[in-house]
């Protein structure tokens, strides 16, 4: 597969031209992301690290601030998140700069090597459900903190599905395994969500059976979506 080199000279034509006013610039860039898959894959990678960093710094300082395990724990993880997405980025900067020209088996290749990375962080994704049933910790979040943390892990979970509705069609491979990271993030919050809210509101109830559901059908799901990766990066290699 090689790089679409016309679109970059386009662009960087375009950055050159100091003539053109602000509302023009702004135009071309909407009617890009509306136009080119591609760039539109580049802006969630790029924004959904963005987020990613935000929440696992959140996750870790509320967790010092509450000193509970379980949230540092959670936030430790958002941050090995975090390190999967940068590995794609860094593989997409390369190309951006012309410095790397993956063809088609290099390209699953690395979409392989990300599915064993999510795998084995499902491995600690497990050690971390095992520390909420076994512990049974509880932590809150004052104030309106938890319906702001809700609505985010929601709007995450319904833009992943909708993107791995609509994005197979990708072109980039590599940009295409960021859509398996946002699901498997997506899922990962909601149940730490759980966690948090039947903490929160469930008057003080023990609600390990179903955070043990929920738990497990989470760490399945991204098992299987590794998995996935895997198998698929092995047959299309075979190609």
């Not at 696992?56 to 509450?66: E, H, N, Q």
């Not at 999967?84 to 699953?108: Q, S, T």
């Not at 008057?203 to 399945?220: C, E, K, S, Y």
Request: net charge positive; with cysteine.
């Amino acid at each position: 597969m090689q790089v679409r080199v016309e679109r970059p000279q386009k662009v960087a034509s375009f950055l050159q031209n100091t003539d053109m006013k602000t509302e023009s610039k702004l135009k071309y860039w909407i009617n890009e992301y509306r136009t080119d898959p591609e760039l539109k894959s580049r802006v969630r990678l790029y924004s959904g690290a963005l987020l990613n960093a935000i929440f696992a710094v959140f996750k870790i300082a509320t967790g010092i601030i509450y000193r509970s395990a379980w949230l540092l724990a959670a936030g430790i993880y958002f941050l090995i998140f975090l390190a999967v997405r940068m590995h794609v980025i860094n593989l997409d900067l390369r190309v951006l700069k012309g410095g790397a020209d993956p063809d088609h088996e290099k390209e699953w290749s690395f979409y392989g090597k990300i599915g064993w990375l999510m795998f084995l962080m499902d491995l600690g994704l497990s050690g971390i459900v095992v520390q909420v049933v076994k512990n049974n910790e509880a932590n809150t979040y004052p104030g309106i903190v938890i319906y702001i943390i809700a609505l985010y892990a929601f709007y995450r979970y319904i833009t992943a599905v909708i993107r791995i509705i609509k994005g197979r069609d990708e072109e980039r491979v590599y940009l295409s395994a960021a859509r398996s990271i946002d699901m498997s993030f997506a899922v990962t919050e909601i149940f730490t969500l759980q966690v948090a809210m039947l903490s929160q509101f469930g008057q003080g109830q023990d609600f390990r059976t179903m955070n043990i559901i929920t738990g497990t059908g989470v760490a399945l799901i991204v098992a299987a979506i590794a998995i996935d990766m895997i198998v698929r990066s092995r047959r299309h290699r075979r190609c």
